[in-house]
């Protein structure tokens, strides 16, 4: 079974574009979040997707946004970039918890932006 | 609020064990992860622990104490290849959401 999978896994912009993240889950999972690593903050929850809706959403300024699609897959932008944007963006997947699973996070390689 | 703490860093010897506290705050509790970070790689699923006691899984271990908050990681046998960054991380109640520690960043020396 192919893992989640995130394009492109580098990129670099400069402040005041804008950029768009793709994430592809597992099989089957329905439910897919994005977090923000850096190294002074550890992984930041931005947003969670479930059925195509928004369920959750992190400290983040509006300009962080995502959606979901059918198919579960996912994507998030991040409108008018700051310096402090760089960071490695992680998707991640999980069925749903409930019996027999615990709803464990399976993630991305990541995507790395880094805003000049 | 929901707070988890852990230990910035930690270093042990090759075939010892090393012990990775955690302590949480959460309002409600589902239960308690604990995922493994190579550097530059993505975190992995190590272990869950929802109710009090060890988990023990080859090497790794978990624990839980719901009413002190509290939970630890042991592992024993220490190999090399165990230097990463142990993230503890915790599911917020009503779902759609889990919080993360900073992460303990593990040196195995030879």
């Known amino acids: 079974k192919a893992g989640v999978t995130q394009t492109p896994r580098y990129l670099i912009k400069t402040r005041g574009q804008q950029v768009t993240l793709s994430c592809s889950p597992i099989s089957g999972h329905r439910s897919v979040s994005w977090y923000q690593q850096t190294p002074g903050q550890g992984l930041q929850f931005l947003f969670e997707y479930f059925s195509e809706t928004q369920r959750n959403k992190g400290n983040f300024p509006g300009r962080f946004s995502g959606r979901q699609f059918s198919n579960s897959r996912s994507e998030m932008n991040v409108s008018t970039l700051e310096l402090g944007d760089s960071a490695l963006y992680l998707c991640?997947?999980?069925?749903?918890?409930?019996?027999?699973?615990?709803?464990?996070?399976?993630f991305g390689e990541g995507s790395r932006l880094t805003v000049l | 609020g929901q707070n988890i703490d852990q230990p910035t860093e930690m270093t042990a010897t090759e075939g010892a064990i090393v012990q990775i506290n955690c302590t949480y705050q959460?309002?409600?509790?589902?239960?308690l992860f604990w995922y493994q970070q190579h550097a530059g790689e993505a975190p992995t699923f190590l272990s869950y622990?929802?109710?009090?006691g060890l988990e023990e899984k080859g090497r790794f271990s978990s624990f839980l104490s719901r009413s002190k908050g509290y939970s630890y990681l042991l592992l024993k046998e220490l190999q090399m290849k165990d230097s990463a960054s142990y993230l503890c991380a915790v599911p917020v109640t009503g779902g759609f959401k889990t919080i993360f520690g900073a992460g303990t960043r593990l040196f195995v020396k030879a």
């Open positions: 959460t309002s409600g509790f589902n239960g």
């Open positions: 622990n929802v109710l009090d």
């Open positions: 991640a997947s999980r069925l749903t918890p409930g019996t027999g699973n615990t709803g464990e996070l399976f």
